[in-house]
């Protein structure tokens, strides 16, 4: 009967122990990962779940892609979220997300110097780099074809309009490339909307075919496919520095992004998205990225790229991120109506 007795009271410790145990257990291996879906270069994120483990013991595990495909994830997981953070792309993609209540709010203390455009200000994103619009050229073929003919490289995007450009320019459809619908709004903010759509009629004309990405651009000209294309400045650099005859423009008024990151709303490691932020908002996370990709930082001590012009010295256009946000789906259904649905 003691022995019972004994035996009865010391069960339900050893249980309450093991529950206690489990769930320590439990939230200690959490503590030691992070889930991330990069819309990055697969070179860039290699490098952050480097750093990133050598720097806090986290673990990444990550799944890489396009900006797009990245937020149609984090949109249809939203009952069971997979991922805890989401980084890279454009914040015009984040802004949807965030206003469908996928994103965790989170004011990062390493944010406080930064430019208030870099800052969501109801906190559910975050800026952390910028990049720029511009035209890769091959030299080669340009000097063979173009120059003969009295044409000098472009300084503004309507000198693309120029018929002896003809199927030698390519550049992103806007209905599937976050760079072509930033490209188009470009348009539509140094134009206005009705000489905008004036515009891309007549670009079109020039154009040989439309890739589905702005990073699919580069290596057809690159390689002397194609004489022009725009893509971003930061992927066209990196092509310069491997060797291929290629040179760089930007256009005056030229668009630029934000590169964004942010936690998504129910993941299992949010404390670790928080510190991930946080990590990438210092200055050595910052110069080692703009080493790695050729991106401008937001941090204002983190110098421009190398070999590139310094962003104070880029003619930027007056862009209305929100606005670019709202007036996107019209853009494209009415792009995919009246350009691309017509060649």
């Given at each position: 009967m003691k022995f019972s007795k004994k035996i009865s009271l010391i069960v339900p410790c050893i249980l309450a122990f093991a529950i206690?145990?489990?769930?320590?257990?439990?939230?200690?291996a959490a503590s030691e990962k992070l889930s991330i879906y990069a819309a990055l270069n697969e070179d860039e994120i290699a490098n952050f779940v480097n750093k990133f483990k050598e720097d806090t013991g986290i673990e990444i595990e990550y799944v890489q892609g396009g900006a797009g495909d990245m937020a149609a994830r984090v949109q249809a997981e939203a009952a069971s979220p997979n991922a805890d953070i989401l980084v890279g792309g454009s914040v015009d993609v984040y802004a949807p997300l965030a206003k469908a209540g996928l994103?965790?709010?989170y004011d990062s203390p390493n944010n406080d110097a930064l430019d208030s455009r870099f800052n969501d200000p109801n906190g559910y994103w975050q800026g952390w780099y910028m990049g720029?619009?511009?035209?890769?050229?091959?030299?080669?073929r340009f000097a063979a074809e173009l120059a003969p003919q009295?044409?000098?490289y472009p300084k503004t995007w309507d000198d693309l309009l120029d018929p002896r450009y003809d199927d030698l320019f390519?550049?992103?459809?806007?209905?599937?490339?976050g760079g072509g619908y930033i490209f188009a709004a470009d348009q539509i903010f140094r134009l206005?909307?009705?000489a905008a759509w004036e515009y891309f009629k007549q670009l079109d004309q020039n154009v040989h075919h439309y890739y589905k990405g702005?990073?699919?651009v580069i290596m057809p000209v690159a390689t002397g496919e194609f004489i022009v294309g725009m893509s971003w400045v930061h992927d066209i650099y990196k092509q310069v520095k491997a060797g291929y005859p290629i040179d760089i423009v930007i256009p005056e008024d030229t668009a630029y992004e934000i590169g964004g990151v942010a936690i998504v709303k129910?993941?299992?490691?949010?404390?670790n998205a928080k510190k991930f932020i946080d990590w990438l908002l210092t200055e050595e996370v910052g110069s080692m990225n703009t080493l790695n990709s050729n991106r401008y930082s937001v941090l204002p001590a983190v110098a421009s790229p190398e070999g590139l012009p310094a962003i104070e010295e880029v003619d930027l256009v007056d862009y209305d991120r929100t606005k670019a946000g709202e007036m996107k789906p019209a853009v494209v259904e009415k792009f995919d109506a009246e350009i691309v649905s017509k060649r």
């Open positions: 206690l145990f489990a769930t320590v257990g439990f939230a200690s994103f965790e709010q720029v619009l511009g035209l890769a050229i091959n030299r080669d009295g044409l000098e390519v550049t992103s459809n806007p209905v599937t490339a206005g909307e009705d702005a990073g699919d129910g993941g299992a490691n949010t404390e």
